[in-house]
């Protein structure tokens, strides 16, 4: 199980829920952005298992400009330095391709500073307009893992492809998970019927703030909430290992 967290709390959590590898970004609600060097350190120095680093400048699509080209491997070369496992990752093209180029030079950067740094493509492909097409690029490129939904809202909704996906590339060293509203509600169906053999999570609730003072009369950001946020828990966590197992278990006895 790899979990996707934004703050310290989050990932000391999910490492003792049972995570297998954290997926660490900044401003979840924006889909994830890249984590400060700052948070990077602190986790490393806290917990064991694998940490992949999101590079991700900004919000919206994944179309980046040169400057923002230059960000990116900047921020590949500083968290991979402060011992970053691997990255994540993904560019387009205006007409919905991956962008071979862009990828290329990101690619080579992470390479440089870390010779065999594993690289995820993440959910980008899930707005590309040959999903299909654009595995087979992600593949040439050499991209370790794609993050999928399948093209679609959830990884739920999106299980067919996600299948399909996994089939195709099963022999290969590339490896498909799947991402996006996944819960203990829909987990377990999604790995039988998918037979994915890893998936992506952030298993999050609700945690309220221990301000005493609020002012709610005042809020800080376009759609922030000061006095709650959403923290990756032990349970929610442990609940879809659990599951994780006992789906295994049975398929494999």
Not at 148 to 175: C, F, N, P
Request: hydrophobic fraction near 40%; charged fraction near 25%.
């Amino acid at each position: 199980m790899e979990v996707c967290v934004d703050c310290i709390d989050s990932a000391i959590n999910a490492v003792r829920g049972g995570a297998k590898r954290l997926e660490l970004c900044s401003a979840l609600s924006e889909g994830g952005l890249t984590p400060s060097a700052g948070l990077l350190k602190i986790v490393k120095s806290q917990i064991v298992v694998p940490v992949f680093c999101m590079i991700r400048p900004r919000d919206g699509d994944f179309l980046y400009t040169e400057l923002e080209l230059k960000v990116m491997e900047e921020d590949i070369k500083s968290l991979l330095g402060l011992g970053a496992d691997g990255i994540v990752f993904g560019c387009l093209t205006k007409d919905g391709k991956v962008d071979e180029i862009s990828c290329s030079r990101l690619i080579s950067t992470a390479k440089k500073c870390k010779p065999g740094c594993q690289m995820t493509f993440h959910r980008a492909i899930d707005l590309t307009a040959d999903l299909q097409a654009a595995a087979e690029t992600i593949q040439k490129l050499g991209f370790t893992r794609i993050l999928t939904s399948g093209g679609k809202q959830t990884a739920d909704l999106g299980k067919d492809i996600i299948r399909d996906l996994i089939v195709k590339y099963e022999s290969t060293d590339m490896i498909i998970f799947p991402g996006g509203g996944i819960n203990d509600q829909n987990l377990g169906d999604l790995l039988k019927h998918t037979n994915a053999f890893e998936f992506h999570a952030s298993a999050r609730d609700i945690i309220e703030s221990q301000m005493e003072f609020q002012n709610r009369e005042c809020t800080l950001g376009t759609n922030s909430s000061e006095y709650s946020r959403r923290v990756s828990s032990i349970e929610s966590v442990s609940k879809l290992t659990r599951i994780y197992k006992d789906v295994k278990l049975l398929a494999f006895g």
